[in-house]
């Protein structure tokens, strides 16, 4: 079994929760950008959550299954399209032989996840699948996918097989059939405000800054990927310069350089940096940056640790209880 | 200039996921030695939801997961900010400096100037220097190791003369090749694979500071010395073609 | 007011008993409850974790003249498992389906919410919605009603 890159589209790799316990050897951590999509698309097919699956960004990439596929489709809505039909996403769906899945454009949010049923046979990099292309590490031979690759998949549980059959049965003449429960996810997206904690350094910046940080609108400039969003709106100055010892940083990271234009950290951050950190994105909020594009607005609102650690602890508790939900739902359809 | 008392040990979130133990705010080896003596104790014994710690020149940072923290450590009315502080405390209490073994030296054969150094004009001209006495500054120091970060292999260098010092670009450049080697502020380092960043840029390296492929990725490890060797342009690309 | 623990309790008794249909008045207010002594295959199938067989269906009337209806299986579309009744997909969004709006067979006419997974509810039959028999966000049961319905012949 194995899925063929027909067009890679702007950009598409593997990727998994990251690459974790090599930051002290510089290895940046990487992973799914929006990671709570990553997860449940993994969970949808039976996986474990941590399972390596294709970040698809933007527009432009197209897929074929070799055999028949349990798939799921998480994260931005980038306009699924098999055989000219929209596919649904954050369900589990299967793919006959054969079939095409192309993702025509964003209609929201900027990364869609495609999990596998077994997840991709390929090897690990320092304990991870996930792609660093930046550092030639890890994902399908170190870099972005391209037209032609193929990628082998792995074996399916029996989770899977299960789920795999029950939709098998609903198709007609299409080349796929999705299924009829669905985790309602992309309210988590869409938002336009992202909270943030305020960060290491935050008292060092003027009352000026420290107002527009959290008053004023930012914008994502081109200059953004992986690595990071460069933002662009007021330019927060210090209250008098100083050179900062690097020390570690962390993804959603707000750091501020010289010439005041935030730079958000995410997935392929550095690990450790030198400018002066003005807030830190709460966790459960990631998704909302991840998903954002350039060109796209953004504002910060201020929360207290205290309210950032509520927010995962509420997240995590939530993919607990879908996990479950989901493991009850498999027990009962037929 | 922010200074805090170096001997006074801070605790301070990043997020709700990690957690910097601060031991100082100026590069020097005694506390350096106490970063790594905290490194090592983290790797022989870590706590249940601990992920994974970056060391820097004067701090650790703990990476952990606050769901398991609570359900493993669970008070209400504690955080798991609080839970971590606690059980780091406890780890400082007895911790352990190393001795001092004698350390590695590493040359580094660097092209300086040219394309490979753009802002070598600009260093000299912030120090009222020639761009020869920058290199000859450069190259005859023996630099410590103090901490690999920022990206993959990449070595944070203590020891730079006061006489080259120079700020960071103001923007940072969208990309730096591999190989770069740069100064920013009082530190000097070389970029090891191609990445945005800050530094100004005085010369290039031939060598492969990071190899994935190996168990220990990085060449360079924190306690070694490096010396930088300058090479012509024809020697780089000899260099270069050993390697291939 | 009757609270709903007294109204679970009521549903909880009369199930126990060997009463079919029951009828109640309190302040205005006519409720039916009626047994449904075999459950349909297709009911069995969509069962969720936490289904309860055997379960009375429930029918609130607060109109007097339908309060002798009685509501035959095939005219209403019922709740495959105890959750939450979604008349929508997004708070923005307009209703799936409302009283007069023509349905085909497998159409998606609202969701139930169990443990934060959203199951879609379809029409079994091509037909006409008649009632919205709930409101948006309102807990409902097992074989619930959810729709009244038209079949369209």
Known sequence: MSVHIIRPGLLATIQDLGRYGFQQYGVVVGGAMDSFSFRLGNVLVGNEEGEAAIEVTMMGTSLQFKEDTLISITGGNLNPVIDGSPVPLWRPVFVKKDTVLSFAGCQSGCRAYVAVAGGFSIPSVMNSKSTYVRGEIGGFKGRALKEGDVIPLAEE??????????????????????ADWYVPFERYLNGKVVRVVKGAEF???????QKQFFEQEFQITPQSDRMGYRLSGPSLQLKQSFELLSEAVANGTIQVPSDGNPI????????????PRIGQIAAADLPIIAQMKPGDRVRFKEISLHEAEQLYMEREKEIKQIRTALLLKERSVE | MMKKNSEEIQMKPLGEAAITVQFGTEINSFINKKVKALATKLQRESFSGFIEFTPAFASVTIFFDPFIVKQVYGEIEKSSFQIVQVILERMLETLVEEEESTPRIVDIPVCYGGDFGPDLDFVAGHNHLSTDEVIHLHASAEYPVYMIGFAPGFPYLGGLSEKINAPRRSSPRTSIPAGSVGIAGSQTGVYPISTPGGWQL???????????????????????????????????EQYQERLQ | MIKMSDFQEMVNIIDRSSVN?????YE???????????????????EFDVSMPNQPTLHEQTNETSKDEVISKDEVINSPMVGTFYARANEDEDPFVQAGDAVEKGQVVCIVEAMKLFNEV?????????EVLVKDGEVVEYGQPLFKLKKRS
Do not use: H
């Open chain 1, 264 to 275: 958000v950290l995410l997935a392929d951050r550095q690990t450790t940096g030198g400018y």
């Open chain 2, 202 to 236: 005085i010369g290039r390296t031939p060598m492969a500071l990071f190899r994935p492929d190996r168990d220990q990725p990085s060449v360079l490890s924190a306690g070694d010395l490096v010396k930088f060797v300058p090479i012509t342009k024809e020697e780089y």
């Open chain 3, 28 to 46: 205005g207010m006519k409720m039916k409850l009626e047994k449904q002594p075999v459950l349909q295959e297709k009911d069995q199938k969509q």
């Open chain 1, 203 to 209: 008292e060092e910046f003027s009352e000026l800054a």
């Open chain 3, 122 to 130: 379809q029409a079994d039959v091509d037909g006409e919605i008649v």
């Open chain 3, 21 to 25: 249909v029951f009828t109640f008045e």
């Open chain 1, 157 to 178: 549980n029996a989770f899977s097989l299960k789920v795999k059959k029950v939709l098998q049965k609903k198709l007609k003449n299409d080349s796929f059939a999705a």
